[in-house]
């Protein structure tokens, strides 16, 4: 009896100790793991100290940008940001430039493109519906290209250099985070898609002789973007088009029709080279009806600056475009948007809560402050024409205008749902529609004196500044809200 008493606490004993290494192991891995996440953010808060200290951009101004085409006629660059320890996502912020008259070659891409024309005129040609269609935008003109729709851009501008702010959807394209163009045109450069097959298949997909197929395959010497007639240039696209008519078409239905199966088989073609190429080739000066060429009807293009603003008073006006008010936007994803600021005035500290905003100062100049979760500043930075910013989805934010002059902004968000902003001040602000014990409580004070400090601010969304505001009822504010209105 005694030794089994005795084996039972032996065995009582053993069971204890090993729960008590289990724990023990348990604890050391919690410790473990809050170890690592302290010195991870030790580790952030050194690199944020470094780049404060060697001067380095504040991580939600994207100053840095890539060319991806650079020629005589124009260029084409991407904005980055290195170093931020947040996720963008997928989309890309791009600017195109071309000369006056010229041609950005037919392509098309493995991202979704939204083009906005900042400046001059341009014809867009693209596929559409297995048809060619064109378009002819001016400035404030907005227009979405579906990823794989081959498409080019001419400037058509007299004497104007054109100037496109373009968003890229990269979340399906063939690289994570980055884009890709195939050109359809081309030659030793860029080279077309077309160059990677073998020879013979080309020649017996356009019937032509091996002679042909090189001379259309390595005259384009110029790049991505190229000078077209009547631009004094001597360039391989310039001499081609000054043949006459009747030789340039049959030139062209020569060398891009695969066969010559008659008219009846042409219509069943899901799309012709010579469809593209006739358009862009056709005589420019040939009259037109409207701003639309093509047997598919494509959506028509978006004109912010037409278009009534969602919100305006004494201090500016904004329209935000989503889905329900232009529906090609629904397929992309993304929403755009469009600020005019007047002196001094200001965008109301607010929340995105359901998407990533990207913006460009068109115009003017002024600051964007942006907060971290905890209430600290993120980022406090002046910004000019060109600067293009950025605001995670759910950070508050605010944009103000220099005293000096008025600021215009454009931009794009990631969602193509109506994006409902939460303001944090001004008179549709969340703090008063929350008006009420459990807030007074929140700020420690009666709900009078809360009252009347979210009822100071008299304007709503688009703020005055101090010079411009109405006198507050209250002779002193806290700080906290005092920032608010400054």
Same mark, same amino acid.
């Given at each position: 009896m005694g030794r089994s008493r005795l084996t039972l606490l032996v065995l009582v004993l053993v069971l204890s100790y090993g729960a008590l290494r289990i724990m023990g192991v348990d604890?050391?891995?919690d410790w473990g793991r809050e170890r690592e996440r302290e010195e991870s953010r030790e580790r952030r808060r050194r690199r944020e100290e470094e780049r404060e200290e060697q001067g380095e951009e504040p991580p939600f101004l994207l100053k840095e940008s890539k060319h991806?085409?650079?020629?005589?006629?124009?260029?084409?660059?991407?904005?980055? +940001?290195?170093?931020?320890?947040?996720?963008?996502?997928?989309? /890309?912020?791009?600017?195109?430039?071309?000369?006056?008259?010229?041609? &950005?070659?037919?392509?098309?891409?493995? +991202?979704?493109?939204?083009? $906005?024309?900042? /400046?001059?005129?341009?014809?867009?040609?693209?596929?559409?519906?297995?048809?060619?269609?064109?378009r002819r935008l001016k400035i404030g003109d907005l227009y979405r290209i579906p990823a794989g729709s081959a498409f080019y851009l001419v400037n058509t501008g007299e004497g104007q250099r054109l100037q496109i702010i373009c968003s890229f959807d990269t979340s399906e394209s063939s690289r994570i985070g980055a884009f890709q163009s195939f050109f359809i045109g081309g030659g030793t450069?860029?080279?077309?898609?077309?160059?990677?097959?073998?020879?013979?298949?080309?020649?017996?997909?356009f019937n032509v002789t091996h002679v042909e197929l090189q001379e259309f395959l390595s005259s384009q010497q110029e790049g991505p973007i190229v000078y077209i007639p009547d631009s004094g240039s001597p360039r391989t696209w310039a001499k081609f088009l000054q043949l006459k008519e009747e030789d340039k078409l049959e030139h062209l239905k020569r060398m891009v029709d695969s066969n010559q199966q008659g008219e009846e088989e042409e219509k069943k073609t899901t799309w012709s080279w010579r469809k593209l190429l006739d358009s862009l080739f056709a005589n420019r000066d040939k009259k037109r009806t409207g701003d639309y060429k093509g047997k598919g009807k494509s959506p028509d293009s978006y004109n912010l600056y037409d278009a009534k603003p969602d919100y305006k008073n004494n201090y500016g006006w904004s329209i935000a475009l989503d889905e329900s008010s232009y529906y090609p936007l629904r397929r992309s994803g993304f929403g755009v948007y469009l600020v005019n600021l007047?002196?001094?005035?200001?965008?109301?500290?607010?929340?995105? #809560?359901?998407?990533?905003?990207?913006?460009?100062?068109? +115009?003017?100049?002024g600051s964007v402050q942006i907060v971290f979760p905890n209430g600290t500043s993120a980022m406090n930075a002046?910004? /000019?024409?060109?600067?293009?910013?950025?605001?995670?989805?759910? $950070? #508050?934010?605010?944009?103000?205008?220099? /005293?000096?002059?008025?600021?215009?902004? &454009?931009? &794009?968000?990631t969602s193509a749902r109506r994006n409902r902003p939460q303001f944090l001040a001004g008179a549709s602000s969340v703090l008063r529609a929350m008006r009420g014990p459990e807030l007074a409580a929140a700020f420690g004070m009666s709900e009078e004196r809360l009252r009347n400090l979210t009822e100071a601010q008299r304007e709503a969304v688009i703020l005055p500044s101090a010079s411009a505001a109405p006198p507050l009822k209250e002779k002193k504010l806290p700080e906290l809200i005092r920032s608010f209105g400054e």
């Open positions: 604890e050391d891995e991806v085409v650079k020629t005589e006629a124009g260029e084409m660059r991407v904005v980055w +940001s290195f170093g931020s320890r947040f996720v963008e996502g997928p989309l /890309r912020v791009g600017f195109i430039t071309m000369e006056p008259k010229t041609l &950005f070659i037919p392509q098309y891409l493995d +991202s979704d493109l939204i083009i $906005f024309i900042r /400046r001059g005129e341009a014809k867009l040609g693209f596929i559409y519906k297995d048809e060619l269609a064109e450069s860029p080279k077309s898609v077309l160059s990677g097959f073998d020879d013979e298949i080309l020649e017996n997909a007047t002196a001094g005035s200001m965008m109301a500290p607010h929340v995105n #809560p359901r998407a990533t905003e990207y913006g460009v100062v068109l +115009s003017g100049a002046e910004v /000019r024409e060109g600067d293009v910013f950025w605001i995670p989805r759910y $950070f #508050p934010f605010c944009q103000i205008a220099s /005293r000096a002059g008025p600021m215009e902004f &454009f931009g &794009f968000t």
